[in-house]
């Protein structure tokens, strides 16, 4: 265990390890993917997280509450595989390894932090991977403005990478995914679900909270052109970090299968990411299918069922048609 | 910190005789003298007649030399701003109402049949925009059908003289009951060899193909070729150009598409000038920097600088990841200059060895109409000599905060000319909030008319405006 200072330089009394100093919090700039679900963030976040100066994360979901209590009661109580990106996460950074021991290990980890915030525990995780910084793409963050408040409050200099998607593809994709669940739950939850919500929801959020930026903190990045074209883009990403760039570090990231997340973890903590990344993490370089805002949409029944207005009005600032 | 290179002094204002003339909106420097076309916003009254004004450089007087003639209002005078929707028109059919209500461009050029360079002018009017020719500064003929043959145009902004022949396209539209000040049911680039005699051609398909290109904003020469930038609020602006060999229609190539990768916050480009090798693009949005039209925005102006070879280079904006490359802005300054409310590049101009901007600013909009903001507003005007350092000659409108926009800016051998848009109808506005604005209303009602004189180098500069 190693002891630490709290921001403002006293020393914790807790002893559980908290390797925090305002100094050190100065220096993180961690890079957060933003994007609604299903939009390639997982790859993104797994390419990004290989470059030798950057640290992919799974998804730890960390700015839905202010104390890590919260944290795991919430998701205990609404969605527990939510946790599995966070249990992974100090499995591997605390114990060394992700088994089901060490999982079960994290887990007792957390429950003796809970009194912790959220802000100093994620502190405690980007000190732990030092020098290199940490790339998060945890979804849940874009859904709500006060998580994103959370965001900066946490990390007033972090860097965001706002990656997008075409609406249609997206909209389907978490249909597929809903439905799935479905399958294997006996739900009906995919019925209920309105992704073009989702979708606009989780953009609009995004440019809101962009206008508090100073100019250049967050930049916006199309998925399809960054996976069409990832010898462009990756180098772009790495100027704009300001970290090393080079053949070999172009090469790190073009295998995000290395990183010790991009598989399925173990039996009590598979997940935290997408099920089809964790399945398949390597990097394909593909041309993406083009696609309209105009049409039909094939999961919203009715003669006129096209993309609301303010969907159509989004997606062009994006760069959509 | 403002750092003047010029010492700027106001040689009109009142709209130069009309309050109600609120909008210089083009100009041209002719025999000698500067020639100024007066808008009116809307065109309702008898008082709304547009106006040229002839400025006696050597004598600093000003002398109306045209006035629009009235006519019985139609239902066509009735059409509605699409931008401000909620407007009743104030006017009934039948009404006396000017013909014109302003001018949106203005050139020298020599045609065929001129025998000596000759001043058009493109008129604004519900009716059709004509064109006027003037060979003696004093006497003005219509010299087009309206609209070119067809009366929904409104107007025609861009005016560019190139390879011998004379180049425009139309700007806003009548539709029905429907305005629009801005795109044009005929977004196509016209071309004449002989505009004395009316004689137009198309030079470019509709929308350069493309119908989603719904305007072209403006054009200017670089080198051996004409470049067109279009209004486009379903992609952004694309920049077109054409080196006008062979008979029209030309053949045109695309240089920059998207809005230069900002999309639609790029939606239209608003003023273009060659300056030093290269060709600046300034970018805006209408209204007060949304468009509502098309829902896009709110977001501020943009400066490019496009080379011969087709690369471009981001000079005030937003960072962004494009197809060639990181765009950083050269000047190290965000969209507006740093300033949200700077939503338009309006007017460039090229004097010396620098290149001036002009902003629209909707500051004084932010306080008086959104409360939400410090009592102050204006219009910028910036400077540089290499796209990279800029200067800041204004940044409230040489002390006016109603004086939202920069319309005209001529740079001449004496000196640069500066003509403004006038919001003092929000002066009602600000009058009920309190009398922190009360100083301003010593200020006349009208478009205020500015001239700039360098300051030599080595000379202490003198803060700018008197």
Known sequence: ?321 | VIVPSAKFSRIASGGAGNPRSRVAHACAEFLGDVFLGATHPNGDTPEDCARILRYGVATREWKEVYRAPLVAADEVVLARDVLRSGNKRPVQVGQLVPHERGFRGMTVFQGRSDKSPALYVSTISNWGGQFLRCVNGESFQVVSEPGLGDERLLSFRTLVPFAGRLFTSPIGSVSGDQLDRNLSVRPTVFVSDDPARGVWREASLPGFGDDRNRVIFQMAVLGNHLYAGTGNPVRGFELWRTDGRGKPPYRWELIIERGAWRHTLNASVASMVAFKGALYIGTGLPGLGYDKANDIGPAAAELLRVFPDGRWELVIGEPRFSPQGLQVPLGCMGPGFDEPCNSVFWRMAVRGDQLYVGTHNWRIYKYLMLQDDAPRGGFHLWATRDGGKWEALTMDGFGNPYAVGVRTLLPTRDGLYLGTDDHSLLRKRARKLGPRLVDTDQTPSGFEMWFGESVPAGEKPILAWG
């Not at chain 1, 802000?119 to 793409?137: F, G, N, T």
């Not at chain 1, 399945?279 to 049409?295: C, E, H, K, V």
Request: glycine share 6%; charged share 25%; hydrophobic share 35%.
């Open chain 1, 1 to 321: 265990v190693v002891r630490g200072i709290r921001p403002g330089g006293r020393e914790t009394d807790s002893g559980l390890g908290l390797i925090i100093h305002s100094d050190i919090a100065m220096n993180f700039r961690p890079v957060f993917i933003l994007t609604c679900m299903r939009s390639y963030s997982s790859l993104v976040c797994g390419m990004l997280g290989q470059h030798p100066n950057l640290y992919g994360l799974p998804e730890v979901n960390l700015f839905a509450a202010d104390h890590v209590r919260s944290i795991l009661q919430l998701f205990k109580s609404i969605r527990p595989v939510s946790l599995n990106g966070l249990w992974r996460t100090i499995a591997e950074l605390e114990f060394g390894e992700q088994n089901e021991d060490t999982v079960e290990a994290a887990k007792v980890w957390l429950e003796a932090r809970a009194q912790w915030s959220t802000s100093d525990l994620y502190h405690h995780i980007a000190a732990r991977v030092r020098p290199r910084r940490l790339v998060d793409k945890s979804p849940l963050t874009v859904m709500n403005k006060g998580f994103l408040e959370r965001m900066l409050r946490t990390f007033p200099d972090g860097t965001f990478l706002h990656l997008t998607r075409h609406p249609r593809p997206t909209c389907r994709s978490i249909l597929e995914l809903i439905a799935a669940t479905d399958r294997k739950k006996h739900t009906t939850r995919a019925e209920r679900t309105d992704p073009e919500r989702l979708w606009c929801r989780a953009h609009t959020n995004i440019l809101d909270f962009q206008r508090q930026l100073p100019t250049g903190q967050m930049m916006r990045l199309k998925g399809e052109d960054l996976l069409t074209d990832p010898n462009t883009y990756l180098t772009q990403i790495e100027a704009w970090l300001e970290v090393e760039s080079s053949e070999e570090t172009y090469e790190h990231m073009m295998h995000p299968e290395n990183s010790p997340f991009a598989r399925i973890g173990p039996a009590n903590a598979p997940f935290g990411n997408d099920p089809s990344y964790l399945s398949q993490p390597r990097f394909q370089p593909r041309p993406i299918p083009s696609a309209s805002l105009n049409g039909q949409l094939e999961w919203r029944h009715g003669d006129n069922a096209q993309f609301m207005s303010e969907t159509v009005s989004c997606a062009r600032r994006l760069g959509y048609q």
